[in-house]
């Protein structure tokens, strides 16, 4: 089973500052996938692919990485950005998320 | 428009099945495939199984020999029985559609009680 490891695991983020998301995986991985989840909520698809937008995500979201190492970027944090984001990885079975990294308004 | 919706029982007592069904509306079961996923409160996602479009299934090693996915093309239903539940089984539990799980269900919330 591939472990993915997010980091951090909490964090705070002032509006307007730079969010980088870590998600670590213990094997190579072809891509890295990403979701959205608000308190209360159904998790919501944002990045696939390793960097491709979901609908309605806005530019300010962006994904990259290889192999074992893939990030989730913020470039400008605004207030709906609060919420946990976890990582998913479709490359080998079983599907595995991270553990997930909450994302405060600061 | 797309929507899936989860049913079943709130309560399950412990070492009993649990039975959910995913009714799925706007797409076809034969055009995308459905996943379960699980979400204790407070915790993260642990994906479950998928049942493709074919209909053969894959499931999570770690519950492999409890569970069982299947569907009902022509009620668009997908179900999930899971056997032997413990505690450990508390949960929300998601189906949510396709590679991509572009469409999630709102979720049904699971408790293992006697």
New interface residues.
């Given amino acids: 089973e591939i472990v993915l490891t997010q980091s951090p695991t909490t964090m705070a983020a002032s509006p307007g500052e730079k969010v980088t998301i870590t998600c670590r995986a213990s094997s190579s991985v072809s891509y890295m996938h990403w979701f959205q989840q608000k308190s209360g909520t159904s998790p919501k698809p944002w990045i696939y692919d390793t960097s491709k937008l979901a609908s309605g995500v806005p530019d300010r979201f962006s994904g990259s990485g290889s192999g074992t190492s893939y990030s989730l970027t913020i470039s400008s944090m605004e207030a709906e950005d609060a919420a946990t984001y976890y990582c998913l990885q479709r490359s080998s079975y079983p599907w595995t998320f991270g553990g997930g990294t909450k994302l405060e308004l600061k | 428009q797309v929507q899936l919706k989860e049913s079943g029982p709130g309560l399950v007592q412990p070492s009993q099945t649990l039975s959910l069904t995913c009714t799925v509306s706007g797409f076809s079961l034969t055009s995308y495939n459905v996943h379960w996923?699980r979400q204790p409160t407070g915790k993260?996602?642990?994906?479950m199984g998928v049942i493709w479009t074919g209909g053969s299934t894959?499931?999570?090693?770690?519950l492999k020999s409890r569970l069982s996915i299947s569907r009902d093309t022509s009620k668009s239903q997908v179900f999930l029985k899971m056997n032997s539940l413990q505690t450990e089984d508390i949960a929300t539990y998601?189906c949510?559609r396709g590679?991509?799980?572009?469409y999630?269900?709102?979720?049904v919330m699971v408790t293992v009680s006697s």
């Fill in positions: 996923v993260g996602l642990e994906w894959d499931y999570n090693s770690a998601y949510a590679r991509r799980f572009d999630w269900g709102q979720g």
